[in-house]
């Protein structure tokens, strides 16, 4: 699962069961910008995983830029930045229970059900 997360509290989510590689990721992108209409520049922070900074991926940046879409990595070694992990944070240590892991299809629809249900039944505040 791709998370998109503002400090406002909007999430966009991209789920896939394949290898999330540079090419699931540039999807995920694809999506967030049509989910978003974005109708005004738009900044993601990235942390440093290597599918960021493949060839493709970069070259696809200036075509996100066109499009509104400030594309900016994080420092290295510091997810304490990356808001999208405290999501990951709480989603495993406090939104699941131990019986959302029994199988994995139990665990999808645990996860897509706290996904689908963020900003209701489930959000985090961001100071």
């Given amino acids: 699962m791709l998370r998109f997360l503002s400090r406002k509290g909007t999430l966009i989510y991209h789920t896939t069961e394949?290898?999330?590689n540079t090419d699931v990721v540039m999807e995920a992108f694809e999506h967030f910008i049509y989910v978003q209409s974005l109708d005004k520049l738009t900044v993601i922070y990235l942390d440093n995983a290597s599918f960021h900074h493949a060839k493709r991926f970069k070259e696809?940046?200036?075509e996100w830029l066109l499009?509104?879409?400030v594309v900016m990595?994080?420092?290295a070694y510091s997810p304490e930045l990356n808001i999208i992990?405290?999501?990951w944070k709480k989603i495993?240590?406090?939104?699941?229970?131990?019986?959302?892991f029994i199988t994995f299809d139990a665990l999808k629809e645990s996860v897509k059900n706290i996904m689908s249900n963020y900003s209701s039944?489930?959000?985090?505040?961001?100071?």
């Fill in 18 to 20: 394949s290898k999330v």
């Fill in 67 to 69: 499009k509104g879409l």
């Fill in 73 to 75: 990595y994080l420092p």
């Fill in 121 to 127: 039944k489930y959000s985090i505040t961001f100071n």
């Fill in 60 to 62: 696809k940046c200036h």
């Fill in 92 to 100: 495993k240590y406090e939104w699941l229970s131990c019986h959302d």
């Fill in 85 to 87: 992990e405290i999501l």
